[in-house]
C-alpha cells in the first residue's frame, strides 16, 4: 500500500515536471521606443538656419512661387507660420523653372514655399508638423507638408552631389500630408512613392492612404521609420503602415511645406496653410 502510494506520488510528480517545462516562459512586453528631438522649430520667427525658400515649377502648378513672403505668401506671426496662394487681380511674370529648362507663364497667383534643404536633413528617425487648412475643399487647392532625399537635383542645388533625379534613391518621396481639393474637403492623403527604376518615374498610388481629419483644427501629421516599415500616425495614433517601404529610404531628407494652386478656377480670398511647429525626433537605443 505505501509502495503503491509512493510510485503514485512519483508519477504525479513526473507528470507536473513535463507540464511546466512544455509551457513557454512568459512573453515579456517590449519596451516603448524612446525618442529625443533634434530639430524643432517653433516658428518664433522666420528662422534662415532651418528654412530657405524654394522656387521652381512642377505639377503644371498655376501659382509662382516667390521669395522673402513677397504680398504676404510667407508670414510668421504669433507663434505661427502661414503659407498662403494669394492672387494679385492681374497676371505677372514669374521666374519659376520646370524639369524641362521652361519659365512658369504669367500668373496673378503667388504662393509660399519652403524647405530644409542643406539646413536640417536627416536619416530615418520621426518627422512631425502640427497644422491646419481652413477652407478645404476649396477648388485649386494643394497644400503639403512632406519629405524629398536630400541628393535631388531641383532648385537650390548647393552642393555638388545634388545631382540624382526625383524619386531615384537619394531623391524620393515621402508625403506625410496633403490635401487634395478634388476629393472634398476634411481629407487628407499620406504615401511613399514607389520607385520604378527611372527618373520621373514613380508610383503614386500602391503605397498611399487616404484618411479623414477636420483639416480647419490643428492636428499633428507624422511619418516615423519602425524597423523596415514607414508609420504614417495621426495626432499619435497609427493610421497607416507602409511594410517594407522604410527600408528603401536609406538617404538623409529634408522637409517642405507648400501650398499650391492646381486649377485655373478664381480664388476668393486668400487660402493659408497654418503651421504651429515642426520637429525632428531621434530614435534612442
Not at 38 to 47: I, S, Y
Not at 175 to 201: N, T
Request: aromatic share 10%.
Amino acid at each position: 500500500m505505501r509502495t503503491s502510494l509512493v510510485i503514485g506520488m512519483l508519477a504525479a510528480a513526473s507528470l507536473a515536471a513535463c507540464s511546466t517545462a512544455g509551457t513557454p516562459p512568459p512573453r515579456e512586453t517590449p519596451a516603448p521606443a524612446r525618442w529625443e528631438v533634434d530639430f524643432r522649430d517653433d516658428f518664433d520667427a522666420f528662422d534662415a538656419s532651418n528654412w530657405q525658400d524654394q522656387l521652381l515649377w512642377v505639377n503644371q502648378e498655376d501659382q509662382c512661387y516667390v521669395r522673402d513672403g513677397a504680398h504676404g505668401t510667407r508670414e510668421v506671426s504669433g507663434g505661427t507660420l502661414k503659407l498662403r496662394v494669394v492672387d494679385l487681380g492681374e497676371p505677372a511674370p514669374c521666374d519659376n523653372v520646370n524639369k524641362q529648362g521652361e519659365t512658369h507663364p504669367d500668373t496673378p497667383y503667388v504662393a509660399g514655399r519652403i524647405a530644409s534643404k542643406n539646413r536640417r536633413e536627416f536619416v530615418k528617425g520621426r518627422w512631425t508638423a502640427r497644422l491646419r487648412v481652413p477652407e478645404s475643399g476649396t477648388t485649386g487647392m494643394f497644400p503639403a507638408w512632406w519629405l524629398l532625399g536630400a541628393y535631388n537635383n531641383e532648385p537650390p542645388i548647393e552642393e555638388p552631389d545634388e545631382n540624382v533625379c526625383w524619386p531615384l534613391t537619394g531623391s524620393g518621396e515621402i508625403d506625410i500630408f496633403e490635401h487634395h481639393s478634388d476629393g472634398g474637403p476634411d481629407h487628407y492623403a499620406a504615401r511613399a512613392i514607389e520607385r520604378l527604376g527611372e527618373c520621373a518615374s514613380g508610383d503614386w498610388q500602391s503605397q498611399l492612404l487616404v484618411q479623414q481629419a477636420t483639416l480647419a483644427e490643428f492636428h499633428e501629421y507624422a511619418v516615423e521609420w519602425d524597423g523596415d516599415d514607414l508609420v504614417f500616425r495621426l495626432d499619435g495614433t497609427e493610421v497607416y503602415r507602409a511594410a517594407g517601404q522604410g527600408a528603401l529610404f536609406p538617404e538623409p531628407l529634408f522637409a517642405i511645406l507648400n501650398f499650391a494652386k492646381i486649377k485655373p478656377d478664381p480664388m476668393s480670398g486668400p487660402w493659408t496653410m497654418e503651421v504651429d511647429w515642426v520637429q525632428h525626433e531621434r530614435r534612442v537605443p
